[in-house]
């Protein structure tokens, strides 16, 4: 089912409505440019507007260096702009498809992506997603709230391969009950019904090395002091249980809840089924209760998480006892209350996970505190066991700007602090 465009834009443009279709649904093999519907496409301004003229240029432009220019201009906007550059990439797919051997097409294809700075790769993937929203258009099913979905949804298509047809179609299916859904939540329903896919082994580490060059979820604007999503995504695989109560005690951005959110990126066959909550001394998200952990949880919990303000280089980014802490030993006795209060917090067999780095004074003379291994003490002290540990590269190192203090490191023989620890330790079932 191509999606008909308004008799108002087609009279502005100056076409009838009548349509000399071929199989496609697009008219006429000879490489038509209309200069008017061009314009209008490259000018609109309302949403409205830009469907109309992005199905006009699918019904009306042959010329595929064109139409590969549409389809990039058109992916800049949202909504709308992913759903049509997939379609106007699958268009430009059949008019490969005319000018004969594959070799001649694939050599087609590489220009028209040099025209617009694109991969061949790429716009392969844009040609997948728009014959999955072909499939949907065939099978007669609405396709309004599709056309306005973010590119995510395509790309989840994408990744099925031969089956981004169905997930669309299932999409389109879910979006018709729930016009909110996003395409974390179509996702899962699809992997719910279909089995999970297969996750992404970057973001679960097979040893005890934790480095991400390039963190999938970005740090948000207004909360600098967030860790990798990674770090949450590879300690509830590794250590959190399936199904329970999760909880990061000192949830800062809320990174959790996103990354736990995003599940179906990392979980494998976990199908993890987890309550969770966040909380926080100064809590910054609407999703985030105010709790100060040095007093045990409102809820027990199976599962914790805590990663506190390091001591001696959060007081500027965090307000809260442990950043502003005057002393180590006044920091060591904060963590201890926290320890003794989470250790309370937990359910029989709970874990709790704390993640801290060293802190290295910056001459050699400076103190050295091994708070990961203080930490450990305290949480001993407090009748936890110890099941593991994983090491966290901070890339400090390779930050811009480093090697003034790389050199003074050598120079002073004083190693910087570069790694997080995650000791996990667990609480004895009773
Ligand atoms: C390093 S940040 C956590 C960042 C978080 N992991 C993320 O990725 O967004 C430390 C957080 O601990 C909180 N905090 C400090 N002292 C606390 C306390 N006594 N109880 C609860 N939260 C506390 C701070 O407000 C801050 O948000």
Avoid at 55 to 74: G, H, R, Y
Avoid at 125 to 138: C, D, N, R, T, W
Avoid at 177 to 187: E, M
């Amino acid at each position: 089912m191509t999606l008909s465009y308004k008799k108002e834009t087609i009279e502005k443009i100056g076409f009838s409505e009548e349509k000399n279709n071929t199989n496609n649904g697009y008219i006429s093999k000879s490489k038509k440019v209309n200069r008017h519907i061009l314009n209008d496409f490259y000018s609109a301004v309302d949403s409205r507007d830009f469907y109309d003229l992005a199905e006009a240029v699918l019904a009306e432009i042959e010329d595929s260096s064109e139409v590969v220019k549409c389809a990039e201009v058109a992916s800049k906007r949202q909504p709308g702009g992913a759903f049509y550059r997939a379609k106007l990439w699958a268009k430009i797919s059949y008019l490969l498809e005319e000018i004969g051997n594959e070799k001649k097409q694939n050599l087609e294809l590489k220009q028209l992506c040099e025209l617009v700075g694109l991969h061949p790769n790429q716009a392969k993937g844009y040609i997948i997603q728009g014959k999955a929203i072909e499939s949907v258009e065939k099978a007669f099913i609405n396709t309004g709230n599709l056309r306005e979905a973010p590119p995510a949804l395509f790309q989840y298509a994408q990744r099925q391969k031969d089956r981004a047809g169905e997930y669309l179609i299932e999409a389109a299916k879910i979006f018709e009950k729930k016009s909110s859904a996003t395409p974390t939540q179509i996702h899962r329903e699809w992997c719910h019904k279909n089995g999970s896919i297969q996750a992404n082994l970057d973001i679960i580490k097979p040893s005890d090395w934790w480095a991400f060059g390039h963190p999938k979820w970005r740090k948000e604007e207004d909360f600098p002091g967030s860790i990798p999503g990674e770090i949450y995504a590879n300690a509830l695989y590794y250590f959190a249980p399936k199904t329970g109560v999760a909880v990061d005690a000192m949830a800062g951005s809320g990174m959790f809840n996103r990354v736990y959110d995003d599940r179906d990126r990392w979980q494998k066959d976990s199908a993890f089924d987890l309550e969770i909550h966040l909380f926080d001394l100064h809590p910054c998200r609407n999703f985030i209760q105010k709790h100060d952990a040095r007093k045990p949880l409102p809820i027990k919990a199976d599962w914790i998480f805590i990663d506190p303000p390091y001591f001696g280089q959060s007081n500027h980014l965090f307000d809260g006892d442990l950043a502003a802490a005057k002393d180590y030993a006044e920091y060591l006795e904060l963590l201890k209350e926290v320890i003794v209060a989470l250790t309370d917090s937990l359910l029989p067999n709970g874990r709790l996970c704390i993640f801290l780095p060293k802190w290295s004074g910056l001459k050699l003379e400076n103190p050295n505190y091994d708070i990961p291994a203080d930490a450990y003490s305290l949480a001993i002290n407090a009748g936890l066991h110890w099941i593991d540990a994983a090491f966290v590269s901070r890339a400090r190192q390779q930050e811009a700007g480093s090697a003034v203090k790389n050199n003074a490191a050598k120079r002073e023989r004083r190693m910087r602090s570069d790694t997080c620890v995650l000791n996990v330790f667990q609480k004895l079932g009773v």
